[in-house]
């Protein structure tokens, strides 16, 4: 049961890729080609300012730094 809640809350790939990049102090929009790239990120950049992984200034918050340590080896 723990390890089902656990895996359920893995974040997925592109939130991870975007954590990473805020991380190590590069533009969230790394990677983005198309317009629809941008829209795409947009959209998970609010997703991880709901989840408070973020700020409004998007730098990484405790959370979202535990969050990558945890699920990025």
Known sequence: MIAECAQAAAPAAPELEA??????GRDPFTGCAACGDYGRRLQLLAALRRAALID??????????????????
């Open 56 to 73: 409004h200034s998007d730098r990484l918050t405790a959370a979202g730094r535990a969050m990558l340590e945890a699920f990025v080896a």
């Open 19 to 24: 954590l990473r990049y805020i991380a190590a």
